[in-house]
């Protein structure tokens, strides 16, 4: 799925980034930065509560090139500028982690399997 | 190659850390490592990088770099570990509430280095600090 097609699924807004350019094949959902950690797949992309810089760093790390920010939380521009860095789109959904997870996934999305 | 990266870890500042872990990174991948290696240490270096700031205010990383084997040590001058095989627990975490907070504190960072490595050593003298060795073999 392109990202672009995350943000119509999920009416998100593109905090930064070029969603265009983005292909994600999975996605994991967590507000605990160490179970992410625990979670590998290619091309995944990470659904969160938490708003941090930590976020960003941990998205970098695992190589995850999409972060959404899910409840309308906003993330403020030291953390968009961090990931504008890493080269990572931000997005932002009103919808709570589990619309926004089941939106995801009648898309089309899956989960993946852990490491 | 033999390449020596050395980082000192601001125990104070939790919004910075990572830096270390994301320069070794940035490096591993200029240098040409293989993805999966560079991930793998990216994860365990900036787990290990987590726990230096939030229990041991701080520390210093060293990287040694070769063709065919990475290891880092991550030293630290904080409390100790008391029980190194209940600290390797999946889920097992002294952490306080408002580090829970700022998305840490699963118990999974210290299990989470073992998977990804390929070698792990503890030492750990309580009151004077712990040392973390990883080895990693690029394949
Ligand atoms: N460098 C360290 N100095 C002192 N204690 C440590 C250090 N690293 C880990 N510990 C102890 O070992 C426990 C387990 O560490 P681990 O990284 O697995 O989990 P955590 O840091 O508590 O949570 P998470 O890593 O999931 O965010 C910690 O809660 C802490 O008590
Ligand atoms: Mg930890």
Redesign the pocket.
């Known amino acids: 799925m392109k990202v672009t097609e995350a943000v119509k699924l999920l009416e998100a807004d593109v905090l930064c980034g070029d969603a265009g350019d983005v292909e994600i094949c999975s996605a994991c959902g967590s507000d605990?930065?160490?179970?992410v950690?625990a979670f590998v797949k290619e091309q995944a992309c990470l659904l969160t509560g938490l708003v941090n810089p930590q976020v960003i760093r941990t998205a970098e790390m695992m190589d995850i090139k999409c972060v959404i920010f899910v409840r309308g939380k906003k993330p403020d521009e030291d953390i968009l500028s961090l990931a504008r860095a890493k080269d990572i789109v931000v997005l932002r959904t009103g919808m709570s982690m589990f619309s926004a997870c089941g939106a995801l996934y009648s898309g089309g999305l899956r989960g993946g399997k852990p490491a | 190659m033999g390449i020596t990266l050395k980082y000192n870890v601001d125990g104070e500042d939790f919004t910075r850390a990572g830096e270390a872990s994301g320069e070794i990174k940035k490096t591993l991948k200029k240098l040409g490592f293989p993805p999966e290696t560079v991930r793998n240490v990216a994860i365990a270096v900036y787990?290990?990088e987590?726990?230096?700031v939030?229990?041991?205010d701080g520390?210093e990383i060293t990287a040694d770099l070769s063709e065919d084997e990475i290891t880092v040590t991550?030293a630290?001058k904080?409390?100790?570990?008391p029980d190194?095989d209940?600290?390797?627990?999946?889920g097992?975490?002294?952490?306080p509430e408002n580090?829970?907070a700022l998305?840490?504190?699963?118990?999974?960072?210290?299990?989470?280095?073992k998977k990804y490595s390929d070698g792990m050593d503890i030492e750990?003298v309580v009151g004077q600090?712990?040392t973390?060795k990883l080895k990693f073999i690029p394949k």
Not at chain 2, 86 to 90: G, V
Not at chain 2, 92 to 95: E, F, G, H, L, N
Not at chain 2, 104 to 110: I, P, Q, S, V, W
């Open positions: 605990m930065m160490s179970d950690l | 787990e290990g987590i726990n230096m939030i229990h041991a520390g991550l630290d904080g409390p100790g570990i190194i209940m600290a390797m627990k999946e097992y975490s002294t952490a580090v829970r998305g840490f504190g699963a118990g999974m960072g210290l299990p989470n280095i750990s600090g712990t973390i």
